[in-house]
């Protein structure tokens, strides 16, 4: 019985990482496209606004690499501070397409678990 | 926790570049002003130990860090997917030090795929290559699998675990060369330059060295450019270059030397009253081993050459790698690169200053060439 709780959870967990790791890319571009923000106000923003998510603050950056690598974000550095530079992110052309797309496959996929799930539940 | 607080978040920040490729200095730069910011925001406005702390922690393990950016899953293979960056790395070091250590090795006389029975020339170039990648591969494998299982992670966020310090060497070597280290090279190229071309120092040396002296001082100037380069621009993708043919042509160099024999014929002695020359083979010396002076000579002569050879080829290789990983970012030819840290000619200064070891000599450069000095309030 204890073996079989642990394998739900170990189950649960990794579904639940896989989950919020693309949650958290969606997350990213959607602040971006409110304003340009830094890589501390992103993961400020995130932690306030999408706390569901619960990322560890290493994450969000090499996730900032990568989205950049794909020409979704463009950054500038910002010296005004000398001992803190800090990278600001803004969404290009093809991160609004993305975050359309994104937007659009994550509302798909919300309605019919939504609905698959109000079927089990009426089961 | 030993340290300020400026050297905890650098010593965390070296755990997490060992995950990371080796184009992440960006990345790095901005968890430092992260861990500031949430060191500062912590601590109501000053960094202080326990702030730091609470900061680094919050901050996450390394590894998971590397997994956001790796973003393919748990394993690449039989290797989890934080290890796979590190791990290319270490296979790089180890396949680029045996070549270098078998060009070596050919050009002094002694061919090490004789000893292994492969003497197919060509043929054995790709036979050697996937030798030493798969050799590589399993001492990497033995080595993370072996510090993996015996690792026991009760250390503070900021240390290194022994993995980690092992994978290090793979991102040591791959960092940029010091601006002082530079700025070593152009003085040592010119004053070794000058000392081969005069007179008191050439008539020591036989008839038919000279020539090479002359391709040696010419090599050792061209030296001293490349350390100028690296110096004005840091490390870009023309100066890496420049350092490739470089190491190249000291190796060609070599090809030549290592046929020829001991070059010192004379050496300056001090009578009493004036400097004379005296012939080596003049001298009273006495040497208790089976073997003759000129043989002992020629050993050190091909150690030398030996040395040589290895290290520019390792240059080479390091060089064309930095090369290829520039191009890949859609880098040019010339840009304002950054310097790495190096060894500070001045260190009482620097501890006078209370500066951080762990910080470049200068103070941070950036990619985009900007550069200022460090002067966190520490509290």
């Known amino acids: 019985m204890e073996k079989s709780r642990k394998n739900v959870l170990e189950e649960i967990e990794r579904w639940s990482k896989e989950i919020k790791r693309g949650a958290a890319s969606l997350a990213i571009v959607a602040i971006l496209d409110e304003q340009t923000a830094y890589g501390y106000e992103i993961v400020k923003t995130l932690g306030e606004k999408a706390s569901f998510l619960q990322l560890e603050q290493g994450t969000v950056y090499p996730l900032l690499r990568r989205l950049e690598k794909r020409k979704l974000l463009a950054s500038e550095w910002n010296y005004d501070d000398p001992t803190k530079p800090k990278k600001y992110y803004k969404l290009t052309a093809d991160g609004k397409m993305a975050l359309q797309m994104m937007t659009e496959t994550w509302s798909v996929l919300s309605d019919e678990l939504k609905r698959l799930l109000e079927g089990a539940d009426a089961q | ?210 020539l090479f002296m002359n391709v040696m001082a010419i090599l050792l100037l061209a030296d001293a450019l490349k350390g100028l380069l690296f110096f004005i621009a840091g490390e870009n993708n023309l100066n890496l270059l420049f350092e490739a043919v470089l190491g190249g042509a000291w190796v060609v160099l070599c090809m030549f030397l290592i046929n020829i024999q001991w070059p010192l014929e004379q050496i300056y002695n001090f009578d009493g009253a004036e400097w004379t020359l005296v012939r080596l083979t003049d001298l009273p010396i006495e040497i208790s081993t089976p073997f003759s002076g000129a043989e002992v000579l020629a050993l050190f002569w091909a150690i030398g050459v030996f040395i040589v050879v290895v290290t520019n080829t390792w240059s080479i290789l390091v060089s064309s790698m930095k090369v290829a990983m520039y191009l890949k970012e859609d880098k040019g030819l010339w840009w304002q690169g950054r310097w790495g840290p190096g060894r500070h000619p001045f260190p009482f200064r620097r501890r006078e200053s209370g500066e951080s070891q762990a910080h470049s000599d200068d103070g941070p450069t950036y990619s985009d060439g900007h550069k200022e000095s460090d002067n966190i309030d520490e509290t």
Do not use: C
Not at chain 2, 33 to 40: P, S
Not at chain 2, 43 to 62: C, N, V
């Open chain 2, 1 to 210: 926790m030993s340290g300020s607080p400026m050297n905890m978040i650098e010593k965390y920040l070296e755990r997490v570049r060992v995950y990371l490729p080796i184009d992440s200095e960006d990345t790095l730069t901005e968890i430092r002003t992260h861990l500031i910011e949430e060191a500062e925001t912590l601590g109501q406005g000053k960094i202080t130990h326990g702030s730091t702390m609470l900061a680094i922690e919050r901050f996450g393990d390394p590894k998971e860090a590397a997994n956001a950016y790796a973003g393919i899953g748990n394993r690449v293979g039989p290797l989890p997917a934080e290890y796979v960056q590190p791990a290319i790395r270490i296979v790089l070091l180890l396949v680029s030090l045996g070549v270098a250590f078998i060009i070596g090795s050919y050009i002094v006389g002694l061919s090490i795929l004789d000893v292994v029975g492969i003497t197919n020339f060509p043929f054995n170039i790709p036979v050697m290559i996937a030798l030493q990648v798969a050799l590589s591969l399993l001492y990497a494998a033995i080595i993370i699998a072996g510090l993996s299982a015996i690792e026991k992670r009760d250390a503070p966020p900021s240390e290194k675990t022994v993995l980690e310090s092992f994978l290090g060497l793979g991102s040591d070597v791959f960092k940029p060369k010091g601006r002082w280290d530079a700025a070593a090279e152009v003085v040592l190229g010119v004053v070794f330059a000058i000392v081969l071309l005069l007179s008191p120092i050439r008539i020591l040396f036989r008839e038919d060295f000279l």
